[in-house]
């Protein structure tokens, strides 16, 4: 299996800017796997598509703003993504221009917090707290949104249901859900559970090995609360479907499948897995070349999966975090 059999085209213009005003208005693409058709729809439209006790899985991961943008004491611009929290107030991060020296120190806010670097991947800041760094924070907009993060986008950015915060980017296919759109689902009797995985950067890598199957993803903290592993053995014994909201809820359900209900998956799930647990996926369109494009071909067939991104391309959907969304079944 080559890397190559995951590549596509798209046109630069295809790819979302800014998000609709309106979640639920996003477009659905609608794969019915067993039939082999494609259906275009709204998004709100996917009540019609869930059935009574049907188990809808979402991640409650929370995005935090980890963007950040100071000076050196040069004056020079620097870029600062906060990946993970050490103890105190010292930070995994990316940083940018790479010709940043170990002990400088960089300026954030006018020098009301400041950070020092420790190394090339690290910086420890002087600052009340931890919240004071994240208030001067923007929200990592991925590299493919060609502008500067918004003050709109720190709630755009996040589901309505966000709670646990951790997560550097957005975990997308659960933008579109409104919570308006949820109490109408729960009304038509859909039930709802959620868990937890903060997303990293490993999740939206493009892989760069030729052969796809000596690929290793970089592990992701998840955690599935005892409520949601109840649901999911609950609708499993009464042959209920269990609908996963994103890769990333999907991958902490086959990481549970197979044992796991906390810690770090590095599952990867590529053509040819066979799934334990998910019985449909809602999802965003994703990039070529990469784990979340492998997974939608494996979760609706290859050539499924390629014939349905086609036809978005041909019929103008918006692609990527703040574009529409597909429901497989």
Do not use: W
Not at 59 to 86: H, S
Not at 246 to 269: D, H, P, V
Request: with cysteine.
């Amino acid at each position: 299996m080559k890397l190559s059999d995951f590549d596509y085209y798209l046109p630069k213009e295809s790819i979302a800017q800014f998000p609709l005003k309106k979640r639920d208005e996003s477009r659905l693409l609608v794969l019915d796997r067993q039939k082999e058709t494609l259906e275009h729809r709204v998004f709100k439209d996917i009540v019609f598509f869930l059935k009574e006790g049907d188990l809808l899985v979402l991640n409650d991961t929370k995005v935090l703003p980890c963007r950040l943008f100071g000076r050196r004491l040069t004056g020079g611009r620097v870029e600062v993504l906060l990946l993970k929290r050490k103890e105190g107030l010292r930070f995994d991060a990316l940083m940018k221009p790479a010709r940043l020296k170990v002990g400088e120190i960089i300026n954030f806010n006018g020098g009301k917090v400041s950070g020092k670097i420790v190394n090339k991947n690290e910086i420890n800041f002087q600052a009340k707290d931890v919240d004071e760094i994240y208030n001067i924070g923007l929200m990592p907009l991925p590299p493919y949104i060609k502008r500067e993060p918004l003050d709109s986008d720190k709630l755009d950015y996040q589901t309505v249901y966000a709670r646990c915060p951790g997560a550097v980017a957005s975990p997308t296919a659960g933008l579109h859900f409104t919570e308006e759109l949820i109490g109408q689902l729960k009304n038509r009797g859909i039930n709802f559970s959620y868990l937890t995985l903060h997303v990293g950067l490993g999740t939206f890598k493009p892989v760069k090995c030729e052969d796809v199957v000596s690929y290793s993803m970089e592990p992701e903290y998840f955690s599935i609360p005892e409520e949601t592993q109840d649901a999911v053995r609950k609708a499993r014994l009464d042959k209920k479907r269990i609908i996963a909201v994103g890769s990333t809820s999907l991958r902490a359900l086959e990481s549970f499948a197979s044992g796991n209900k906390q810690g770090k998956t590095g599952l990867y799930i590529y053509p040819g897995y066979e799934f334990k647990v998910t019985d449909c996926l809602v999802t965003n369109f994703h990039l070529p070349k990469t784990t979340l494009f492998m997974l939608v071909c494996a979760f609706a067939g290859e050539k499924l999966a390629k014939k349905a991104y086609q036809e978005a391309i041909d019929l103008k959907y918006r692609f990527y975090s703040y574009g529409d969304a597909m429901l497989i079944k």
